[in-house]
């Protein structure tokens, strides 16, 4: 190695084209992937369901809650991961979005006692779910309503449970010290909320828009 070659090189665009297509989506997934970007929806990136699919599998997930249901992409994702008789409850505000989740999960032959799709205002849903009884809770629905979601969080999650927030990066602004945008603030006191709550170990991964994850004790 040369002395002036540096040791660590960040990743460049090809190695985070590489990374983030080197687990080839499932057929459903990138089938529900294409139909909702065929409608123009913005869903989770290949890297982000390769992920939620391997910490469902890992932590053996069976209750699951996803704040958003990203047209039934991440819903696919979490459910390939997850035990066979897991339930994942999805919570939308969006009836459209709703229905198109339940269009592919139908077309993936998911039976329908593995899924609660509840369409409502999540801040209205999640304080009626059950205290320290859910593995994983991901967070990707209204970004200015992300620190009462993480909140909510805390308070389903079992001990060893993890809560999921997307687009934590918030498309590369939070790193900005000049950038003052409402979506920019809230995510940076989600984030500062996180680290604050002594019952969270935190981890912030640069994949998709940015994940942070946090464990409970």
């Known amino acids: 190695m040369s002395p002036a070659q540096p040791r660590h090189q960040v990743p460049?665009?090809?190695?985070?084209e590489y990374a983030d297509g080197f687990v080839a989506p499932s057929p459903a997934v990138q089938e529900?992937?294409?139909?909702?970007?065929?409608d123009?929806?913005?869903?989770?990136?290949?890297?982000?369901?390769?992920?939620?699919?391997?910490?469902?599998?890992?932590?053996?997930?069976?209750?699951?809650v996803t704040v958003g249901t990203d047209a039934g992409v991440s819903a696919l994702a979490l459910l390939e991961g997850m035990t066979d008789k897991g339930v994942l409850t999805s919570i939308d505000p969006d009836a459209e979005r709703q229905a198109a989740a339940r269009k592919v999960l139908s077309l993936a032959r998911i039976p329908s006692n593995r899924v609660r799709l509840i369409t409502g205002t999540p801040l209205d849903v999640l304080p009626k779910l059950r205290d320290?009884?859910?593995?994983?809770v991901l967070v990707n629905g209204d970004r200015l309503e992300y620190v009462e979601y993480v909140s909510q969080?805390?308070?389903?999650?079992?001990?060893?449970?993890?809560v999921i927030v997307n687009a934590a990066l918030a498309n590369n602004h939070v790193a900005d010290p000049d950038n003052e945008d409402d979506d920019t603030l809230i995510i940076r006191e989600t984030l500062d909320s996180v680290l604050e709550t002594e019952?969270?170990?935190?981890?912030l991964l640069p994949v998709g828009e940015g994940l942070l994850l946090a464990t409970k004790a």
């Open 153 to 162: 969080a805390l308070r389903l999650l079992r001990r060893g449970g993890v």
């Open 40 to 64: 123009q929806w913005e869903v989770l990136d290949n890297g982000t369901t390769a992920l939620l699919t391997f910490l469902a599998r890992t932590m053996q997930a069976s209750n699951v």
């Open 132 to 136: 320290d009884v859910y593995d994983m």
């Open 32 to 38: 529900a992937r294409e139909s909702a970007r065929a």
């Open 12 to 16: 460049d665009a090809r190695s985070w």
């Open 199 to 203: 019952e969270f170990t935190p981890v």
